[in-house]
T-cell receptor, first 115, second 116 residues
Framework: KQEVTQIPAALSVPEGENLVLNCSFT??????LQWFRQDPGKGLTSLLL?????REQTSGRLNASLDKSSGRSTLYIAASQPGDSATYLC??????????????FGTGTQLKVEL | EAGVVQSPRYKIIEKKQPVAFWCNPI?????LYWYLQNLGQGPELLIR????????DSQLPKDRFSAERLKGVDSTLKIQPAELGDSAVYLC??????????????FGEGSRLTVL
């Protein structure tokens, strides 16, 4: 059974800090990995998608890296702001034998950035 | 281009009443998912469609839940009758998947159900 673990589970930091969120998966047969944020009461907003052939993706203050050999993806948030406060989820899709796909959600990191 | 659209955003009903949620995926996306999310927890798959075919409904409580995606575009999720434990957020997502790539996943804003 595929498992996706996110560390830390919760994080509270002062504004301006650079942050590292970790996502670990148990199966290295990864096709791509996607990072989302979820605000309370809202749906999931896609942040970054890393294809299996890529090592990293960047969008603004966000940078996500993928290391298939170690089974890990890292989301870096530079110069954190209160508006970054949300729950961050990594999602690992896999292609199933015989066709179809399965999405495995990480356990989530709840981030709070304080003024 | 519009993202994944869901309605209603909020629904409050009494137990034993029926309720239906609607989802319009991103244009051209062949794969559509319905997820249930309880407070403080991650999404749990209810059903996945590839075009109009339900290819994974193993987690759908079929005694009271039903779903359809008749023309392979928009989809409806129904609960009848609703129970108190069904109170949750129902999320719809879509992607353009192939046999070798699950594609980028996009979620709607969700439909929050409260059963009294």
């Amino acid at each position: 059974k595929q498992e996706v673990t996110q560390i830390p589970a919760a994080l509270s930091v002062p504004e301006g800090e650079n942050l590292v969120l970790n996502c670990s998966f148990t199966d290295s047969a990864i096709y791509n990995l996607q990072w989302f944020r979820q605000d309370p009461g809202k749906g999931l907003t896609s942040l970054l998608l890393i294809q299996s052939s890529q090592r990293e993706q960047t969008s603004g203050r966000l940078n996500a890296s993928l290391d298939k050999s170690s089974g890990r993806s890292t989301l870096y948030i530079a110069a954190s702001q209160p508006g970054d406060s949300a729950t961050y989820l990594c999602v690992w899709p896999s292609i199933l034998t015989g066709g179809g796909n399965k999405l495995t959600f990480g356990t989530g990191t709840q981030l709070k950035v304080e003024l | 281009e519009a993202g994944v659209v869901q309605s209603p955003r909020y629904k409050i009903i009494e137990k034993k009443q029926p309720v239906a949620f609607w989802c319009n995926p991103i244009s051209g996306h062949n794969t559509l998912y319905w997820y249930l999310q309880n407070l403080g927890q991650g999404p749990e798959l209810l059903i996945r469609y590839e075009n109009e075919e339900a290819v994974d409904d193993s987690q759908l409580p079929k005694d009271r839940f039903s779903a359809e995606r008749l023309k392979g575009v928009d989809s409806t999720l129904k609960i009848q009758p609703a129970e108190l434990g069904d109170s949750a957020v129902y999320l719809c997502a879509s992607s353009s998947a192939t046999s070798t790539d699950t594609g980028e996943l996009f979620f709607g804003e969700g439909s929050r159900l409260t059963v009294l």
